[in-house]
């Protein structure tokens, strides 16, 4: 049997915790060690390995673990879906980092490998827990079904490159005309009269025109 020495060292696993080893032969224990949630310093443990040998009965092996305070870079999404959007007008949305470890997280390049996307602010630097608010604007060029990508550089240990998907799909927008600038009448009490307004789509290949008309 495998006994670890303190029951509240989490950092410490060891797999199988008992087993049987037959003459002349020999048994795997595989030991495990978790940082997670853990700030810079150096852990102690021992593994206990208790037996039916009646002469060592008890074999105690010292466990250290020595932890180096690391930033953990946390994205509040992998991709960013601006839907169908209009040529030529500015778009914004955003996602969070998060910095869920215990050093300060550098980010240190935003990018997007797409000339109609910009973002906001293009680098930073993060406290343990903070939370930075990132704003991606697309100002699309062209009708295009569009596929790009953030990539956010940083000094995550074990992520330093994260990627984010940018899709949207480009139309070019319609375009009101109206024939005639003003309207008026002259009537007599009790009469009434008509008059015709042609609202046009100007735009040849733009999308199609909605509207409403109000009499205010």
């Known amino acids: ?10 950092w410490l696993d060891a797999v199988p915790v008992a087993g049987t080893v037959a003459a ?12 997670s949630g853990l700030t810079e310093d150096v852990y102690r443990a021992e593994l206990q390995i208790a037996s039916n040998d009646p002469l060592d009965p ?10 180096f305070d690391a930033p953990d870079l946390v994205l ?5 879906d601006f839907g169908v959007v209009f040529t030529g007008v500015q778009i914004t949305d955003s996602l969070q980092i998060a910095n869920q470890g215990t050093d300060t997280l550098v980010v240190s390049e935003l990018s997007i490998d797409h000339a109609d996307f910009s973002v ?22 062209q ?13 995550d240990p ?10 949207a799909q480009a139309v070019v927008p319609p375009k009101i005309s109206v024939s005639q600038d003003t309207l008026s ?32």
Do not use: C, M, W, Y
Not at 143 to 155: G, P, Y
């Open 143 to 155: 009708r295009a079904d569009i596929a790009a990508q953030l990539t956010i550089k940083s000094n």
């Open 58 to 67: 008890l074999v105690t092996v010292p466990v250290s673990l020595q932890v």
């Open 24 to 35: 002349k032969s020999q048994a795997v224990i595989d030991v495990a060690f978790d940082a």
């Open 158 to 167: 074990d992520q330093p490159v994260s990627p984010v998907a940018l899709l």
């Open 1 to 10: 049997q495998i006994i670890i020495g303190d029951p509240g060292t989490l």
């Open 120 to 141: 906001v602010p293009s680098a930073f630097a993060l406290a343990p827990a903070g939370v930075q608010t990132v704003h991606v604007l697309l100002t699309a060029s």
């Open 76 to 80: 509040s999404t992998d991709s960013l």
């Open 185 to 216: 009448q002259a009537l007599f009490t009790g009469e009434t009269a008509s008059s015709t307004l042609t609202i046009s789509n100007a735009n040849a290949d733009g999308d199609t025109l909605s509207f409403e008309v109000l009499a205010l």
